[in-house]
């Protein structure tokens, strides 16, 4: 520090720093999104979730922001699989420091997210958005033929518990806001009205195969802008 005459001087430099800091806008960060954790359908695995994920992060999700839940599809909704899908939002929302996730689910994984939502303490409370890809949220036919060896199976066929289970009451309770894109080329889900739920906004995805929704530009542009609503 300089001295004239026994008073301080202050350098000229710290005085036009000061200055400039003080005039300078502070940037305001940008908002914090919800975490987005996908859930795969039957005999799949987190890996059919690449193109979507990929349009996510071009929309500008970081990879930090975005999971893919893996699990066994072959176990039961409500016994086993419902109860790992908890465990894991709430390790999702421990390390992104979020209050809430938005789940979106194809074909099996549909019911997976329902019963957790539906059923689970925290399931409303920590979901903000919930969305279904060619979900059999009413059951679907098809699940007959791997009905007699396989739990999957049996949970997704028409009138089994668990459909009966998700069936009672409200089928889009508490704040989460529901979604859902169904195709009339669906091979797997049928019939096609299994998929829409009351309550929620309900789309036609076109004629698209049942794994065809997974990567549907239009879709995905549907499932974003849900998301952002």
């Not at 970081?62 to 999971?67: G, I, K």
């Not at 409500?78 to 899908?85: K, P, T």
């Not at 036919?141 to 409200?170: I, N």
């Not at 990567?215 to 609503?229: C, E, N, P, W």
């Amino acid at each position: 520090m300089l001295r004239l005459r026994g008073r301080r001087v202050v350098p000229l430099l710290a005085v036009a720093a000061s200055l400039f800091l003080a005039a300078s806008p502070v940037r305001a960060e940008a908002p914090a999104r919800i975490p987005v954790v996908f859930v795969h359908g039957f005999n799949a695995d987190p890996g059919v979730w690449g193109g979507l994920r990929a349009d996510f992060e071009a929309d500008g999700y970081t990879d930090a922001e975005l999971f893919s839940f893996g699990y066994d599809t072959h176990k039961s909704v409500n016994e086993v699989l419902s109860g790992r899908l908890a465990a894991y939002v709430e390790d999702v929302k421990r390390r992104t420091g979020a209050s809430r996730v938005d789940l979106v689910a194809h074909s099996f994984g549909s019911l997976v997210t329902r019963w957790y939502v539906k059923f689970d303490a925290a399931g409303q409370s920590s979901v903000a958005h919930w969305v279904s890809l060619a979900g059999p949220n009413h059951g679907t036919g098809t699940a007959w033929a791997c009905a007699l060896w396989d739990q999957a199976c049996r949970d997704m066929a028409p009138g089994s518990y668990v459909q009966k289970k998700l069936a009672e009451g409200d089928e889009s309770p508490g704040a989460v806001r529901y979604a859902t894109w169904w195709s009339h080329c669906d091979e797997v889900v049928d019939p096609d009205s299994s998929v829409p739920l009351a309550g929620a906004l309900n789309n036609d995805a076109g004629c698209l195969d049942h794994n065809a929704l997974l990567g549907d530009d239009t879709v995905s542009q549907g499932v974003r802008a849900f998301l952002r609503s």
